[in-house]
Every structure is written in C-alpha cells, then in structure tokens.
C-alpha cells in the first residue's frame, strides 16, 4: 500500500510520496521497504506531525538582529576610536578618581573630565561607518518585511510579529539618520579630499627644492636647465609627477649670461597643472624660490633657456 505524506508549508498543504532517509538524508520512495542508497529497512510509516507546532522564530530574530548589531556596531566604534578618549571620559565620569585605574587615567591626561565633544565624534563615526551600516540596515528592512510576510500567509508556521515591526522602526530609522549624515558629510568629504591631495603635492614640491633643487644650486651655482639633471646630486630625484601622476612643468628663470657657453641660472618656477591638468588656471601650484603661490601666475619677463652671447 502507497503512503502518502502531507505536508503544510506558508499556508499550502503538499502530498508526497517522498521522505528522506533518516540513516543517510538521501531521498527514498515512503513506500519503498527499504532505502535504495544504503539499505536501512522501514519499520512502520512517517510519523504523523504534531497536532500543535511552535511557531518558528528564526527569521524574525535575524531581523531584529540586524538592527541591534548595527547599533552595536557604531556604539563600540565611538566608544573605542580615537585611542579610547569618549570611552576614558564615560568610566572616569561614572566611577570619578575613586579606583586605581581611573586615577591613572587621570594622571595620564589630566584634561579628560574636561573632554566635551563626543556629538562631533559621534557624528563623525557614523559617516565612517555609514558605507557599511547602511547596507546592513537596508537588508534588516526586508528581512522584517519578509517576515510580516511570512506571518500573514502561514501564521501558525511563523511568529515574532513584535520583533520584525520593532526591526522595520528601527533599521528605517538609522537609514534615515545614516543617510542624512553621509549627504551633510559629503560636500566637506570632497573638500578635504583635494585639500589632502593638494597638500602632498606641495610636500612633493618642498621635497624637490630642499632634496634636488636646492643641492644642485649650492653645488653648481645656477639652477638646473631640466629637472632630470637633478640625479648628479640625489639619484632618487627620478619621479618627477605631483600627486595626480603628472609632470611638474620646469622652468629656469633670472639667468645670467656671460661670454662663451656658461649660464647660471639664479632662479626657477616649479608648476603643478592641479586636479584640472591643465596649466594657468587657479587650480595651479606654483613654486618659485621654495616659496608656493595658489593660482596662476604672470610669466616672468626674463627669458629662460641657454644664452650664449655672441
């Protein structure tokens, strides 16, 4: 005689007339005597379920996982960043100087009880993190919609309809805190990141003119002509590009000429193009002399180049 399994999955009631083996998990026929793949007999029918199933918790506590862990997450990162100064300020305001480790704490930074600024470091973890706690809250929102899902169709399969309403309030809400900091942050983001890139390239300057510039001035008494002559006096001025990877422009100026073949060159203007590329726009970083100036700047009537005089 067949045997029949049914089976009630998301509200649907399914017959079969498969079970899996309990001795090797592999498929076999529920009216079969014995399993095809390694032989164990069958002793009686599939058992019955239960008249009274627990409903299932699982997906629901994901869900409110979600949310607690993004919270952990930015709590232990504004706590403990920035060598642990908000969390130093916490334990000493809570306990005071009563306790060895807080005394030393106070020894080692007598100003800690005077540390006031945990709102900037709070909002500056957050845009830090948001790349990554955005997408975690973001997948808590449909893991909780999954599951009000799950629970209307089959819900005396699914339970936790507290948890995954508690879920969706809160992984929406630091989506909309997370957000709205990372779109404050992000003007000021860009503007830090050209500051950052036009200061290494003034540090690439200044490393020019004491390194190669100014060693080949006090050994041969005039600037160079080009900027590879520079390796007859530090053979690691090779690269010669700014922080976005393009040629400096060089160019001699306030020569002094004489008869015969001698020049000295008694100065030099040393130009980055900037983000843009391109040269005589205000993006521009010139450096004459070791000293650097912002923007373009009006070419020098002196002639650069070798001059020999007739």
């Known amino acids: 005689m067949d045997f029949l399994l049914q089976l009630e999955y998301m509200g649907k009631k399914i017959i079969t007339t498969k079970m899996v083996c309990p001795c090797c998990g592999e498929d076999r026929e529920i009216a079969a005597m014995a399993c095809d793949s390694c032989g164990a007999r069958q002793v009686g029918p599939p058992l019955a379920q239960p008249d009274n199933l627990l409903p299932k918790l699982g997906p629901a506590m994901i869900a409110i996982g979600c949310a607690v862990l993004v919270l952990v ?64 809250s973001l ?12 629970i ?35 003007p000021g983001a860009i503007e830090r990141g050209r500051a950052k890139r036009r200061a290494a390239t003034r540090a690439a300057m200044y490393h020019f003119h004491q390194e190669g510039l100014h060693k080949f001035y006090d050994e041969y008494g005039s600037y160079p002509q080009e900027l590879s002559d520079l390796t007859r006096v530090n053979a690691e001025m090779t690269t010669q590009v700014d922080y976005w990877d393009r040629q400096f422009s060089y160019r001699p100026v306030g020569q002094v ?52 005089e007739q």
């Open 73 to 136: 997450i930015f709590l232990a990162a504004w706590i403990f960043s920035n060598d642990s100064k908000v969390g130093r300020v916490i334990l000493v305001t809570m306990i005071g100087d009563g306790t060895k480790l807080t005394r030393s704490l106070l020894a080692a930074d007598p100003k800690l009880p005077l540390y006031r600024i945990f709102a900037y470091d709070a909002y500056r973890q957050a845009f830090y993190l948001s790349i990554a706690l955005i997408p975690l």
């Open 139 to 150: 997948f808590g929102i449909w893991q909780a919609r999954r599951v009000r899902r799950m």
């Open 152 to 186: 209307s169709s089959a819900p005396a399969r699914f339970g936790g309809a507290r948890m995954a309403r508690t879920s969706l309030i809160l992984c929406s809400l630091w989506v909309l805190i997370l957000t709205t900091v990372t779109a404050l942050n992000i």
């Open 257 to 308: 000429a004489s008869k015969g073949s001698g020049v000295s060159f008694t100065n030099y203007r040393l130009v980055s193009a900037g983000a843009d590329g391109r040269f005589k726009t205000s993006d521009d970083l010139t450096m004459t002399d070791g000293v650097i100036i912002e923007g373009p700047v009006e070419d020098d009537p002196r002639i650069s180049g070798i001059i020999n």
